[in-house]
């Protein structure tokens, strides 16, 4: 989901079922995406990328989906967990260099 | 572990006020960024900087804003004269390699609330 301004959009699931979360960038363009973990009082945390030549990518209990026809990245963790509980968002670079453009980000509530 | 630390924690200034935002990367990084996200928004990238130079900088990078890696440790952020929009968190960041697939680690920030 997406939101601009104050209300970020929020996830709830119970911990132990799956999460996937959604993102759609800007440019078809971009080549490279991140997702960042961002707990509260912290900074970004990369979790998992992804290049634009590949569809699907998986890290530990992590796996990031690409769909560039639609320009639509996914999010989907495995059992999560209470740790997990989180804003996500995903960035997106446009040029290879270091300017990324980030989301607005999704707020992951792990439900006991 | 090693990570980027951030001081202060929060900073508030009056309109007008020059402001320095400091950042000890990790140690053996030769990469820093810093970032800004206003409350509620985006995390938007400012500029990045290696070998005592700026690399990029966004349109937010104005002149108003410097960067310096005065010593073997710090790196800061300078913004000469606040104003009310630049209340926002400042993220430091720090990565070992460049290009964009270099993993940035990202400091704690420091929230800057300007009055």
């Known amino acids: 989901g997406e939101s601009v301004g104050l209300h970020l959009p929020t996830l709830s699931v119970q911990e132990g079922d799956n999460s996937i979360i959604n993102c759609a960038y800007s440019n078809s363009a971009s080549d490279y995406f991140i997702w960042y973990k961002q707990e509260s009082g912290k900074g970004p945390q990369f979790i998992i990328d992804?290049?634009?030549?590949?569809d699907k990518r998986q890290g530990q209990r992590v796996t990031v989906l690409l769909n560039k026809t639609v320009k639509h990245l996914s999010l989907q963790i495995a059992a999560t967990q209470p740790g997990d509980s989180a804003v996500y968002f995903c960035?997106?670079?446009?040029?290879?260099?270091?300017?990324?453009?980030f989301g607005p980000g999704t707020r992951l509530s792990v439900l006991p | 572990e090693p990570e980027v630390t951030q001081t202060p924690s929060h900073q508030v200034t009056q309109m007008g006020q020059e402001v320095i935002l400091r950042c000890v990367p990790i140690?053996?990084?030769?990469?820093f960024y810093w970032y800004r996200q206003i409350l509620g928004q985006k995390v938007e990238f400012l500029v990045s900087?290696?070998?005592?130079?700026?690399?990029?900088k966004s349109e937010i990078f104005d002149d108003q804003f410097s960067v310096e890696r005065p010593d073997g440790s710090n790196f800061t952020l300078k913004i000469r004269s606040t104003k009310l929009e630049d209340s926002a968190m400042y993220f430091c960041?720090?990565?070992?390699?460049?290009?964009?697939?270099?993993?940035?680690?990202f400091g704690p920030g420091t929230r800057l609330t300007v009055t």
């Open positions: 960041a720090s990565s070992g390699t460049r290009g964009a697939s270099s993993e940035q680690y």
């Open positions: 900087f290696y070998n005592n130079e700026i690399s990029e």
């Open positions: 960035a997106e670079n446009l040029d290879y260099g270091q300017n990324f453009v």
């Open positions: 992804i290049r634009s030549n590949m």
């Open positions: 140690s053996n990084h030769l990469y």
